[in-house]
């Protein structure tokens, strides 16, 4: 079971497939964009806690990444024990660690000995409560929608810089354009921020990759008595042969051709 939810802030995806057959787990992952005084801030991958934050009812979700399919942390009498021993025996760090909440007398029953056996017992009493939150999650899962995007009718086209690209990324991502963050050339779509470029744009960003890329790691590495004849044009000519992609396209070396649906206009897109 894997599934995909698309919200204005955040793409985040669910799955309890692991890495296989023989080793199933969960794992709830994504991307997303924060808004701060330094522009936009992307994450990506484990960040559940964030995703949490923005929408309250995956925090359920989030207690299960890479939990097993009955709903048990990680080697969870080890790494329990661990974490309590390390908190000077606090059973804080024993809830903490499970994602669940001890009753009283095992929190007494556990403070009182220490002892890691005594956790072991006071583990196998807490299962039925795992079990119940992996019941939950998938009730969960199965009764929100993919989509939770929200239009913004306060956000018009007029209140972008540069409103042919957002349109243009809208379209290719099947977002609204009120769901989309503007900062100088980055775009961010429902958690996943993009260079998006005109063909003049991109192949001026291209070359000043090659020229930084040159400067810092090519020509520094030359011997001072060879630097001026090492030809810098026709290593640029060799290094296009990968494509603009390859330099631009940061998370994955891809281009994307978007169109703006209006006016026919193409751009590119490339994944930061």
């Given at each position: 079971?894997?599934?995909?939810?698309r919200?204005?802030?955040?793409?985040?995806?669910?799955?309890?497939?692991?890495?296989?057959?023989?080793?199933?787990?969960?794992?709830?992952?994504?991307?997303?964009?924060?808004?701060?005084?330094?522009?936009?801030?992307?994450?990506?991958?484990?960040?559940?806690?964030?995703?949490?934050?923005?929408?309250?009812?995956?925090?359920?979700?989030?207690?299960?990444?890479?939990?097993?399919?009955?709903?048990?942390?990680?080697h969870?009498?080890?790494?329990?024990?661990?974490?309590?021993?390390?908190?000077?025996?606090?059973?804080?760090?024993?809830?903490?660690?499970?994602?669940?909440?001890?009753?009283?007398?095992?929190?007494?029953?556990?403070?009182?000995?220490?002892?890691?056996?005594?956790?072991?017992?006071?583990?196998?009493?807490?299962?039925?409560?795992?079990?119940?939150?992996?019941?939950?999650?998938?009730?969960?899962?199965?009764?929100?929608?993919?989509?939770?995007?929200?239009?913004?009718?306060?956000?018009?086209?007029?209140?972008?810089d540069?409103?042919?690209?957002?349109?243009?990324l809208?379209?290719?991502?099947?977002?609204?354009?009120?769901?989309?963050?503007?900062?100088?050339?980055?775009?961010?779509?429902?958690?996943?921020?993009?260079?998006?470029?005109?063909?003049?744009?991109?192949?001026?960003?291209?070359?000043?990759?090659?020229?930084?890329?040159?400067?810092?790691?090519?020509?520094?590495?030359?011997?001072?008595?060879?630097?001026?004849?090492?030809?810098?044009?026709?290593?640029?000519?060799?290094?296009?042969?990968?494509?603009?992609?390859?330099?631009?396209?940061r998370?994955?070396?891809?281009?994307?051709?978007?169109?703006?649906?209006?006016?026919?206009?193409m751009?590119?897109?490339?994944?930061?």
């Amino acid at each position: 079971m894997k599934k995909i939810f698309r919200h204005n802030d955040f793409t985040a995806e669910f799955s309890d497939e692991g890495t296989g057959p023989e080793n199933r787990y969960f794992s709830f992952t994504g991307d997303m964009v924060e808004i701060s005084q330094r522009g936009i801030l992307s994450g990506s991958c484990a960040i559940g806690d964030k995703i949490a934050a923005v929408y309250p009812p995956f925090q359920i979700l989030d207690d299960l990444h890479l939990c097993s399919l009955e709903g048990k942390p990680m080697h969870a009498l080890e790494n329990g024990f661990y974490h309590f021993k390390e908190a000077n025996f606090d059973t804080a760090a024993l809830e903490k660690y499970w994602k669940v909440s001890l009753t009283d007398d095992q929190k007494k029953r556990i403070a009182d000995g220490n002892l890691k056996q005594v956790v072991a017992f006071v583990m196998e009493e807490i299962r039925p409560l795992w079990k119940a939150k992996v019941k939950a999650a998938r009730k969960l899962i199965a009764s929100t929608p993919s989509n939770l995007t929200e239009i913004d009718e306060t956000i018009s086209l007029e209140d972008f810089d540069e409103p042919k690209k957002v349109r243009a990324l809208a379209a290719w991502a099947d977002a609204h354009f009120s769901a989309i963050a503007e900062d100088e050339d980055r775009y961010t779509v429902e958690g996943i921020t993009y260079q998006v470029l005109t063909d003049d744009e991109a192949d001026k960003a291209q070359d000043e990759e090659f020229d930084n890329y040159f400067d810092e790691c090519v020509l520094s590495e030359l011997p001072e008595n060879m630097k001026k004849y090492f030809d810098r044009n026709a290593w640029k000519k060799d290094a296009e042969v990968d494509g603009r992609g390859h330099s631009l396209g940061r998370y994955d070396g891809d281009e994307h051709e978007i169109t703006d649906p209006e006016t026919g206009e193409m751009f590119f897109a490339y994944r930061q």
